[in-house]
């Protein structure tokens, strides 16, 4: 069994108690640093960081070394699934990813290589053994990846998107076609956070920032169904630990008992529903990540500290409850104003784990 000097991030994905309530920050490695701007201008464009074992562990352990975070996050890029499938990822300054052979075609879908994580994407797992030999045992890692939608969207919009009408074209005209890629894309994710899991992370999050851009019965069949195929086949037990598995649909709180009920351990919350809530309809199954509204980290101090003092109110008492913001911080916060959101959350938490 591994040990840790503090796994009370592992403990409330399992609803164990713990003495505070833990947290850490959607993108807590990032732009908002000044020091992650200094190593990401060494090392030239985005996917370079990435790529480099060295400096991607530098960039996830700055912000611990910053805050009394209660996990790392794994530094790297949902999008590494589709350049592994040869899709070409690059960065255009100011616009986001973008990908030079889009999937427009059942053909394209078939002419998608199968790979092997170990191989293609042997940079991300040197990234999280070389992180996890360095956290010493401090903080738990956690791995992650896009879920087969969101990395869906992306490879079919051929980037960044607001209204998705290409891959809603593919889905209502065509959907034995997306389907298709979909599935192929759940197997992908399935392998790689295994790999991620081998090499040494310790809970695993799937992103599907997108499934809320769907209906319900939508979100279902083309998000849902393939998150749930992912959560059974994951491997649940490392090191003599759970592995726990969070899910984390952005604006998915309609569907929270849908969510719940896949077997995943934990579910992501965004800001646009009370955690009272969400904990009142699933609490009882699965643990709850969030969901601080990210822009309050605007506010002055008090104000932090009076949000975090409300989350923590709605959840009430005991475990299973990961603080969180219910997105990724923003780029233009001030960092010591994240300080104050996680020391607040463990400064109020205390009284509810008594
Ligand atoms: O949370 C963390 O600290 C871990 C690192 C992480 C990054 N991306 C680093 C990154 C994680 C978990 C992601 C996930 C990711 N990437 C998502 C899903 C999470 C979410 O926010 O819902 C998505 C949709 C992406 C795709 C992506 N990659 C976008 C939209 C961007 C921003 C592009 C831009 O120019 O603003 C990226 C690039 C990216 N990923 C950056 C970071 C720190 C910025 C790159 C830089 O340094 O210029």
Known sequence: MSDLKNDRYLKALLKQPV???????MRQAGRYLPEYREVRSQAGDFMSLCKNAELACEVTLQPLRRYELDA?????????IPDAMGLGLYFEAGEGPKFERPISSKADIKKIPNFDPNVELQYVMNAVSTIRKNLQGDVPLIGFSGSPWTLATYMIEGGSSKAFTKIKKMAFSEPQTLHLLLDKLADSVTTYLNAQIAAGAQSVMVFDTWGGVLSPAAYKEFSLQYMHKIVD????????????????????????????ATGCDAVGLDWTINIEDAKARVGDKVALQGNMDPSMLYAPAERIEQEVQTILK???????????????????????NAKVFIDAVHKFSKPYHQ
């Open 19 to 25: 003495d505070m309530t833990p947290v850490w920050m």
């Open 72 to 80: 790392a996050i794994l530094f790297s890029d949902i999008l590494t």
């Open 233 to 260: 086949g994951l491997t649940r037990e490392a090191d003599g630990r759970k592995v726990p598995v969070t899910l984390f649909t952005k604006n998915g709180g309609m569907w929270l008992e849908a969510i719940a």
């Open 314 to 336: 709605g959840f009430g008492n005991g475990s299973g409850h990961v603080f969180n913001l219910g997105h990724g911080i923003h780029l233009d916060v001030p960092p010591e």
